[in-house]
């Protein structure tokens, strides 16, 4: 990423992981929202630990910052297994899944994020780990090679993408359980705010929980940065206590508007407007202009823009809508009122 976002769904370096590890649920029970995916989980789980087998592999796939990864520590906890975390980019050649897969125990469970961005030699060396739990191993090169077929203990493998849609059919069939990860209402983010409010003994009255729930894109881990943000601000300057004032004075400070969008979206959609004309225009087209990661706009910034109708794709490239051009006070421009 290019720019450095309040919103952005991805972690923000140390000091962040380590407020999202103490805040992050470590038990079923504790996880808030996302109520379809923990019932479902929850009977796999249960039959899995009755069977005394380890968890099926499964895939979590959604926009980053809704919990996948809080999820995988979940399920491993609950299985009393242990949690082997690595990354699709981090797995560069065979070889670096070798040592991985080799040291696993029965029941771990290896996760591994942005699976989306496996090499694909790498990807193929997982199918037949995760099938049948062998893997084979090229000794030597030339006329002297061999292969030599070396089994695993059974594990289970979690995936967890931002786009499920990037991999192949032949992957994804070898999970077992699949998960879509949807952005969080308002009322299960103010039920997160009050939860982690209260894990740092902070005072915040109802209709500043519900500020902050509204304007957190629907992402618990922008929740979380918001309340740190408006936590320092009420600290500074109202002895403590989160009142709705402060926190809306905070957030503006913040360039969070009252939709939770922040500077960088409000460019894209700019872009679009000034640029392209409203669009249809190419997520590649708008990223040169903008200076910024095609990925980061695709995984990060686009999805929520969709969710609340700023935003639609058509089959020749991203549209604004009325939508947009009535919250960043744009008129239409005259006689193109009934393209939007
Ligand atoms: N913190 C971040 N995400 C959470 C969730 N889904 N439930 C509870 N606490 C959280």
Same mark, same amino acid.
């Given at each position: 990423?290019?720019?450095?976002?309040?919103?952005?769904?991805?972690? =923000?370096?140390?000091?962040?992981?380590?407020?999202?590890? !103490?805040?992050? @649920?470590?038990?079923l029970?504790?996880y808030?929202? =996302?109520?379809?995916?923990? /019932?479902k989980?929850?009977?796999?789980?249960?039959?899995?630990?009755?069977r005394?087998?380890?968890l099926?592999?499964?895939?979590?796939?959604?926009?980053p910052g809704?919990?996948? !990864?809080?999820?995988?520590y979940i399920?491993?906890? /609950?299985m009393g !297994?242990?949690?082997?975390?690595?990354?699709?980019?981090?797995? &560069?050649?065979?070889?670096d899944?070798?040592?991985?897969l080799?040291n696993?125990?029965?029941g771990?469970?290896?996760?591994? $994020?942005?699976i +989306?961005?496996?090499?694909p030699?790498?990807?193929?060396?997982?199918?037949? *780990?995760?099938? $049948?739990?062998?893997?084979?191993?090229?000794l030597d090169k030339g006329?002297?090679?061999?292969?030599?077929? &070396?089994?695993?203990k059974p594990?289970?493998?979690?995936?967890?993408t931002?786009?499920?849609?990037l991999?192949?059919?032949?992957?994804r /069939?070898?999970?077992?359980?699949? +998960?879509?990860?949807?952005f969080y209402p308002?009322?299960?983010?103010s039920?997160?705010i009050?939860r982690?409010g209260?894990?740092?003994?902070l005072?915040i009255?109802? $209709?500043?929980?519900?500020e902050?729930a509204?304007?957190s894109?629907?992402t @618990?881990?922008?929740?979380n940065?918001?309340?740190?943000?408006v936590?320092? #601000? *009420?600290q500074? #300057?109202?002895s403590?206590?989160? =009142?709705?004032e402060?926190?809306?004075t905070a957030?503006?400070m913040?360039?969070?508007?009252?939709c939770?969008? $922040?500077?960088v979206d409000?460019k894209?959609?700019?872009?679009?407007?000034?640029?392209?004309? %409203?669009? @249809?225009? %190419?997520?590649?087209?708008?990223?040169?202009?903008?200076?910024? /990661? &095609?990925d980061?706009?695709?995984?990060v &910034?686009?999805p929520?823009?969709l969710?609340?109708?700023?935003v639609?794709?058509?089959?020749? %490239?991203?549209r604004?809508t009325?939508?947009?051009?009535? +919250?960043l006070?744009?008129?239409? @421009?005259?006689?193109?009122?009934?393209?939007?």
């Amino acid at each position: 990423m290019s720019v450095e976002r309040l919103i952005s769904g991805k972690s =923000q370096g140390q000091e962040e992981e380590k407020y999202n590890l !103490t805040l992050r @649920p470590t038990r079923l029970i504790e996880y808030i929202g =996302q109520k379809e995916i923990i /019932e479902k989980l929850n009977i796999s789980l249960r039959a899995a630990r009755e069977r005394g087998e380890p968890l099926e592999h499964a895939l979590l796939y959604g926009p980053p910052g809704l919990g996948k !990864t809080t999820l995988a520590y979940i399920i491993a906890y /609950e299985m009393g !297994t242990r949690l082997i975390v690595t990354s699709g980019p981090a797995l &560069v050649r065979p070889a670096d899944l070798l040592g991985v897969l080799t040291n696993l125990e029965r029941g771990d469970i290896l996760f591994i $994020d942005e699976i +989306h961005r496996l090499a694909p030699p790498v990807e193929e060396y997982l199918y037949s *780990a995760m099938e $049948d739990f062998r893997i084979s191993i090229n000794l030597d090169k030339g006329i002297y090679s061999k292969v030599v077929e &070396v089994p695993l203990k059974p594990f289970t493998l979690i995936g967890a993408t931002t786009r499920s849609g990037l991999l192949g059919t032949a992957f994804r /069939e070898r999970f077992g359980i699949l +998960h879509h990860f949807d952005f969080y209402p308002a009322e299960d983010l103010s039920e997160i705010i009050r939860r982690s409010g209260k894990m740092m003994t902070l005072e915040i009255s109802e $209709d500043a929980v519900y500020e902050l729930a509204i304007r957190s894109r629907g992402t @618990p881990r922008t929740a979380n940065r918001l309340l740190r943000r408006v936590r320092d #601000y *009420a600290q500074i #300057y109202s002895s403590g206590k989160i =009142q709705k004032e402060n926190a809306m004075t905070a957030l503006k400070m913040e360039g969070i508007d009252e939709c939770g969008l $922040d500077g960088v979206d409000r460019k894209f959609l700019r872009t679009i407007i000034e640029y392209y004309d %409203g669009g @249809p225009v %190419g997520i590649e087209a708008i990223a040169a202009t903008l200076n910024e /990661e &095609v990925d980061t706009l695709a995984d990060v &910034v686009e999805p929520f823009l969709l969710k609340i109708g700023f935003v639609v794709r058509t089959p020749r %490239g991203r549209r604004v809508t009325k939508k947009s051009f009535e +919250h960043l006070g744009v008129k239409i @421009p005259l006689g193109q009122e009934q393209l939007f």
